[in-house]
């Protein structure tokens, strides 16, 4: 993306990079077939910082682009991995653990998402999450707290529910 014209001594970890597009083409199920995990198709047509510019498009894929002190580029991508630390009675110290909670009344229960629909001639679309997002119960006693999520380069219905979730 011509990074290293304004930065020539920045080096980019293309193995991460390579890591991240193959996790993202990974195929997931759509409705009646599948698609790649995510996409990315929105037109950039405001000038930005190339490393911000960068941190807009990762982060439609929940990526992290960051700098590690030492003039190189990583990507990490917030993907469901299994754990690599356990927490048994051997490795935790006899003080325990220091539990701290948020205050129920401010706890999200309530998500919708909006994305550029291709089949509404290209405006905007919104879904409301429901399932595992979707807290009828806390939204009867606490009432509703939204969070209004942007699926940012999205143009699919399900990528963006999928985002969203």
Same mark, same amino acid.
């Given at each position: 993306?011509?990074? =290293?014209?304004?930065?020539?001594?920045?080096?980019?970890?293309?193995? /991460?990079?390579?890591?991240?597009?193959?996790?993202?083409? !990974?195929? +997931? +199920? =759509?409705?009646?077939? +599948?698609?790649?995990?995510?996409?990315?198709? =929105?037109?950039?047509?405001?000038?930005?910082?190339?490393?911000?510019?960068? &941190?807009?498009? #990762?982060? &439609?894929?929940? *990526?992290?682009?960051?700098?590690?002190?030492?003039?190189?580029?990583?990507?990490?991508?917030?993907?469901?991995?299994? *754990?690599?630390?356990?927490?048994?009675?051997? @490795?935790?110290?006899?003080?325990?653990?220091?539990?701290?909670? !948020?205050?129920? &009344? +401010?706890?999200?229960?309530?998500? &919708?998402?909006?994305?550029?629909?291709? /089949?509404? /001639?290209? @405006?905007?679309?919104?879904?409301?999450?429901?399932?595992? !997002?979707?807290?009828?119960? *806390?939204?009867?006693?606490?009432?509703?707290?939204?969070? /209004?999520?942007?699926?940012?380069?999205?143009?699919?219905?399900?990528? #963006?529910?999928?985002?969203?979730?």
């Amino acid at each position: 993306c011509g990074l =290293a014209a304004h930065y020539p001594h920045i080096d980019v970890n293309r193995f /991460d990079f390579y890591e991240a597009a193959k996790w993202c083409d !990974t195929p +997931t +199920t =759509a409705g009646s077939g +599948t698609q790649p995990r995510f996409t990315f198709n =929105a037109v950039l047509n405001e000038p930005r910082n190339a490393l911000e510019m960068l &941190s807009y498009v #990762a982060g &439609s894929f929940n *990526a992290l682009i960051y700098d590690d002190m030492s003039g190189r580029i990583h990507l990490r991508v917030d993907r469901d991995d299994p *754990a690599s630390q356990l927490f048994t009675p051997e @490795n935790v110290s006899t003080e325990g653990f220091n539990y701290t909670y !948020t205050d129920i &009344s +401010t706890r999200v229960n309530d998500i &919708s998402v909006a994305f550029v629909n291709p /089949d509404l /001639d290209w @405006n905007e679309d919104r879904r409301r999450i429901t399932g595992v !997002t979707t807290d009828e119960a *806390a939204i009867a006693k606490h009432g509703r707290i939204p969070l /209004d999520f942007i699926a940012v380069g999205c143009t699919n219905e399900y990528a #963006a529910i999928r985002g969203a979730r």
